[in-house]
T-cell receptor, first 113, second 112 residues
Framework: NAGVTQTPKFQVLKTGQSMTLQCAQDMNHEYMSWYRQDPGMGLRLIHYSVGAGITDQGEVPNGYNVSRSTTEDFPLRLLSAAPSQTSVYFCASSRKTAATEAFFGQGTRLTVV | DAKTTQPNSMESNEEEPVHLPCNHS???????IHWYRQLPSQGPEYVIHGLTSNVNNRMASLAIAEDRKSSTLILHRATLRDAAVYYCILRDVSTGFQKLVFGTGTRLLVSP
């Protein structure tokens, strides 16, 4: 099983550029979410979705947009990259019943110069 | 979000048991206790979860205190591959989307 697939694995952007981080899951999970992890810290929630067409903000949403047109895909858009967005980004998916496990992608390491 | 407290780091020798503690004194009746681990340069990986009773799976055991204010993740025989950061997380299953709130976790060092 592929699980949660994130692309690209590494990316370098210049300040002001935009880009989309891709996330796809093949487990038919309702819930999908994006986290960022800064050095030495735990993960922080950026945006999440409880189903196709439904998204909401997490604790650090500024500078990011998301959409969920299908169950499988949940892309994260950086509108105008800033050095403060240098981080490792993780996508996660889980079933609607939260007493079960969440599955995480391998991460995208983003550097904004 | 209910808070958990874990030691910053612990050390173990290979093939010895490891007991990773977690305190969650403000846990509510609908909070599940989840454990995830993060190997170097990888995404978090589910380990185990439980509500009230002790739980076992192929990776680990979870011992939950009778008052549920603390729990312990038990790795029965540590291997070098178990060196990771371990996160203890509470998930409230009573309503809607339940985000995973990651603290800084416990960094487990395993020596040969």
């Amino acid at each position: 099983n592929a699980g949660v697939t994130q692309t690209p694995k590494f990316q370098v952007l210049k300040t002001g550029q935009s880009m989309t981080l891709q996330c796809a899951q093949d487990m038919n999970h309702e819930y999908m979410s994006w986290y960022r992890q800064d050095p030495g810290m735990g993960l922080r929630l950026i945006h999440y979705s409880v189903g196709a067409g439904i998204t909401d903000q997490g604790e650090v949403p500024n500078g990011y947009n998301v959409s969920r047109s299908t169950t499988e895909d949940f892309p994260l858009r950086l509108l105008s990259a800033a050095p403060s967005q240098t981080s490792v980004y993780f996508c996660a998916s889980s079933r609607k019943t939260a007493a079960t496990e969440a599955f995480f992608g391998q991460g995208t390491r983003l550097t904004v110069v | 979000d209910a808070k958990t407290t874990q030691p910053n780091s612990m050390e173990s020798n290979e093939e010895e048991p490891v007991h990773l503690p977690c305190n969650h004194s403000t846990i509510s009746g609908t909070d599940y206790i989840h454990w995830y681990r993060q190997l170097p340069s990888q995404g978090p990986e589910y380990v185990i979860h439980g509500l009230t009773s002790n739980v076992n799976n192929r990776m680990a055991s979870l011992a939950i205190a009778e008052d549920r204010k603390s729990s312990t993740l038990i790795l029965h025989r540590a291997t070098l591959r178990d060196a990771a950061v371990y996160y203890c997380i509470l998930r409230d299953v009573s309503t809607g989307f339940q985000k995973l709130v990651f603290g800084t976790g416990t960094r487990l060092l395993v020596s040969p």
